[in-house]
């Protein structure tokens, strides 16, 4: 990913329960982390080998990636994502990482 496209800043996610509308309406361009399933053992120092193949290869790709950073939203959705959250906060520390809670409607 480089650079932000005309229209807001560029921000990374990755669950598929992440409140799009909330990213958009906030100004920002969302943009979808696939990871790098190639070199999942990279991300063995951060997290464990147990977990999601997916949040491996998301971390994966980023350790690997020598560019810029982009501000990154989380949703505490699962074990996993919530660990990505951790060690993306712990390796990135300069970062803008953000943990959203899971929107739910009880009515």
Do not use: Q
């Amino acid at each position: 990913m480089s650079g932000a496209p005309a229209g807001g800043d560029l921000v990374s996610w990755f669950c598929t329960y992440t409140p799009l509308e909330i990213l958009d309406a906030a100004g920002l361009v969302p943009a979808r982390r696939f990871g790098d399933p190639a070199s999942l053992e990279s991300s063995d120092t951060l997290l464990h080998p147990a977990i999601c193949p997916y949040v491996r290869a998301c971390l994966a790709e980023e350790m690997a990636g020598g560019g810029p950073h982009h501000p990154a939203v989380f949703v505490n959705s699962c074990d996993g994502m919530r660990r990505l959250y951790d060690a993306w906060k712990d390796r990135f520390r300069d970062d803008l990482v953000y943990l959203v809670d899971l929107p739910r409607n009880t009515g």
